[in-house]
């Protein structure tokens, strides 16, 4: 088995997984690593992308030592990372600025002025998404431009979360079809190649974007530092990777349209295939691996981030304890947190929404509201979002999502998955591996290596990922939220003046 094992590295939003897999998916290893998300300003999201390489050479070291083999039985590496993050570099992949992030709001400014310049719907159009912070990365590209104009100037490489990773582990830069068809810069019929108009028009130099490549092209090898720090063989073939969402879809075996890969993770997405270049809707849209296929993607910008929020902030613990007494006290609480109700909106929202001043929100409290209430009403509001998501892409599209295969942290709560399923009326199929994402991470990481003859052979493996388990809707419980549900779907509409002037604007 010498050199024909497949390492998947998984770079999230708050950390980094790492993944040794036999080519028939079976997992032999895993590390972790973390890293903090700094919001300097209400709206901001940023990390030191050099935490990102510190967090993944301990995660890589871990999973290589846990799959009981060494480095040398790695035959390839493949990453999939959160995406669009923005990261201005040097020459050499040294970061300029701390990278912002996909959930970063503060390019509302440029976004206003792009879309006045461009015109909303033609632009919008012409990307194949809705034009809005953090969506498309050209906004804090064009924030950077004019507040930090001098970094910009002094940028080489203006590159993505995928771009400083890979460029840590070869010392090449690349981007990859998915995270080029967030970033604004090329168009959605043809996103293998910058789009000179739109760069030119946009203002971002097309010399200091990286190459775009396939997922799985081999962009070069682990090089001697690397190998030094993560005990991965020099030489080591690693292709370009690609977008979270895309790598979890592909690890899930959704790969049908109609079959939804739901993530469950700091934001929750759902993603379902495509078969032609699709039209501007309410959810976003990429290249998916091979010429000619795409994904929508439905993304509530901050599902699993309220309840790391409510820890920290409302119960004051971390980890597995606070997870536990969160769980606890959700489950006291009855259905429909006794007249509590939650707007997730932490951190602005997307899909269906694209209001970045959008705010959280608890709504009806009272001196008898307990901290179990509140966390329940937490876990019911996501799950509201969740079907707000869902019910517009069906309506735009007529089509309806006839399985959805879930996996991520967030599948972990036996509650949450009930409340889930008996909102969104349809049944949960849960994974038996989390961390779907990892898994096609390193199944491209094979394709690029030879491992796997190709897409097909490697979309097989991924297919053999099985069920931990079904949550089917409860009736009672999915007549009663539906009472709620429309409460929640009235109370956005009512209060987004007052959260935009909240907001500031």
């Known amino acids: 088995m010498a050199g024909g094992l497949l390492l998947g590295i998984d770079l999230g939003t708050s950390g980094v997984k790492a993944a040794v897999f036999t080519p028939e998916g079976r997992l032999l290893g895993l590390g972790r690593g973390s890293y903090p998300v700094d919001t300097p300003r209400p709206g901001w999201a940023e990390t030191d992308p050099r935490l990102w390489w510190t967090a993944t050479a301990e995660a890589v070291r871990g999973a290589v030592a846990s799959s009981a083999g060494g480095g040398a039985d790695i035959g390839a590496v493949g990453t999939d990372v959160m995406f669009p993050a923005v990261v201005p570099m040097a020459s050499d992949g040294t970061p300029l600025h701390a ?25 919008e159009g012409r990307i194949g998404n809705t ?18 104009p001098e970094l910009f100037r002094a940028t080489r490489v203006m590159g993505f979360a995928a771009t400083f990773l890979n460029a840590r582990l070869t010392g090449s830069m690349a981007a990859d079809t998915t995270v080029a068809s967030l970033s ?25 974007l990286p190459p775009i490549r396939a997922p799985f092209d081999v962009i070069g090898t682990v090089c ?52 032609a270049a699709p039209e501007k809707g309410s959810w976003v849209h990429t290249a998916f691996g091979l010429r000619g296929s795409w994904l929508a993607i439905g993304t509530n910008s901050t599902g699993g981030a309220c309840v790391k929020w409510f820890l ?10 606070g997870l536990d007494l969160f769980n606890a006290l959700a489950e006291s609480s009855p259905a429909g947190a006794n007249g509590l109700l939650f707007l997730p909106h932490m951190q602005g929202e997307r899909s269906p929404l694209w209001d970045p001043r959008a705010r959280g929100v608890f709504l009806g409290m009272t001196t008898a509201t307990t901290r179990a209430d509140m966390a329940r009403a937490v876990l019911e509001g996501v799950a509201f979002g969740l079907r707000h998501m869902v019910e517009a892409r069906e ?8 399985e959805i295969r879930a996996c991520g942290g967030g599948t972990r709560s036996t509650l949450w998955n009930r409340i889930k399923a008996s909102v969104l009326g349809r049944p949960l199929r849960l994974l038996d591996m989390e961390e779907m994402a990892v898994l096609g991470a390193a199944a491209m990481g094979g394709i690029g290596g030879g491992i796997y003859g190709g897409w ?22 999915a007549a009663f939220y539906g009472d709620r549900y429309a409460l929640y ?12 002037a909240l907001a500031g604007g």
């Open 99 to 123: 990278a912002l992030l996909y959930c970063d709001q503060r390019g509302v400014a440029q976004v206003e002025s792009i879309a006045r310049t461009m015109g909303r719907e033609a632009y």
């Open 224 to 275: 001697g530092a690397a190998a030094r720090e993560t005990g991965l063989r020099a030489g080591t073939p690693v292709v370009a990777g690609w977008g979270d969402t895309a790598s979890s879809t592909f690890g899930s075996g959704a790969l049908e349209p109609g079959c939804a890969a739901y993530t469950a993770g700091s934001t929750d997405c759902f993603a379902v295939p495509l078969e």
């Open 312 to 321: 920290r902030e409302i119960l004051g613990r971390e980890g597995a304890e």
């Open 456 to 477: 097909a052979e490697a979309s097989a493996a991924s297919r053999s990922a099985g069920l931990k388990g079904i949550v089917e809707p409860e009736a009672e419980l």
């Open 489 to 500: 779907r009235e109370s956005y509409p009512r209060m987004r003046d007052l959260m935009h």
């Open 184 to 208: 604004g810069l090329t168009d959605i019929r043809d996103p293998w190649r910058w789009d000179p108009g739109l760069c030119s028009a946009l203002g971002i130099p097309e010399d200091i």
């Open 395 to 402: 309506m735009e599209t007529g089509m309806g999502l006839r």
């Open 131 to 148: 034009f809005a912070p953090g969506n498309t990365a050209v906004s804090n590209m064009a924030w950077l431009r004019e507040e930090r």
